[in-house]
């Protein structure tokens, strides 16, 4: 079966960066593409980006470009979601996830990782 | 970027009553509209996809309708297991967006 484990909260501070990992199974990974969606307190869910699992080219919101970056290990199954210059306002869960049953980037969600909370604190 | 407007958001429901949630959209995406429940502290399910089209494993209770910019989800005969989130998200271009989401509370 299908399953995104991802990589335990973290606390950093204002200006810091931060990395956070998701680890697949269940599938071939190079054939889907693995999105980061984030959900801050109270607010609505937001796509940061995506990247080809198979040939690594990205895609980024324009909202977080410049800010993140998106990577993949093949032979460790992984895609890793970096964030830098933290805010507060990036205070949120970070979620990894995969297209239910399309390889295309223009998909629905069908699979999430189960979440990583990043707490950005002074 | 396409807005997405649900409504209501927030609906108090007696079990086995009939719940309609809406989302449109700020222009026409075809059918590229997916559903979502989240129960708290858990991550997003994938309800329906691409508007109207059934996931394996969802209680056939759950139902999507609509094309272009109006969409549906519909709960026939809710159940107390119910209660949660629900929100749309539209795959027609990027940024890939969401909608508010609607708290369904159980009476």
């Known amino acids: 079966q299908v399953q995104l484990v991802q990589s335990g909260a973290e606390v950093k501070k204002p200006g810091a960066s931060v990395k956070v990992s998701c680890k697949a199974s269940?599938?071939?990974?190079?054939?889907?593409?693995i999105h980061w969606v984030r959900q801050a307190p109270g607010q609505r869910l937001e796509w940061m980006g995506w990247i080809n699992a198979g040939n690594g080219n990205t895609k980024y919101s324009q909202k977080f470009q410049g800010r993140v970056t998106i990577t993949r290990a093949t032979s460790a199954s992984t895609a890793n979601m970096e964030l830098s210059s933290l805010t507060s306002e990036d205070t949120a869960v970070y979620y990894c996830a995969r297209a239910y049953d399309s390889s295309g980037y223009y998909s629905d969600f069908g699979y999430w990782g189960q979440g990583t909370l990043v707490t950005v604190s002074s | 970027e396409i807005v997405l407007t649900q409504s209501p958001d927030f609906q108090s429901v007696t079990p086995k009553e009939k719940v309609t949630i809406t989302c449109r959209a700020s222009?026409?995406?075809?059918?590229?509209l997916h559903w979502y429940q989240q129960k708290p502290d858990q991550s997003p399910k994938l309800l329906i996809k691409y508007a109207s089209q059934s996931i394996s494993g969802v209680p056939s209770r759950f139902s999507g309708s609509g094309s272009g910019t109006d969409f549906t989800l519909t709960i026939n005969s809710l159940e107390a297991e119910d209660a949660a989130a629900y929100y749309c998200?539209?795959?027609?271009?990027?940024?890939?967006?969401f909608g508010g989401g609607t708290k369904v509370e159980i009476k």
């Open positions: 998200h539209q795959s027609s271009s990027l940024p890939l967006t």
């Open positions: 269940g599938y071939t990974f190079t054939n889907y593409a």
């Open positions: 222009q026409s995406i075809g059918n590229n």
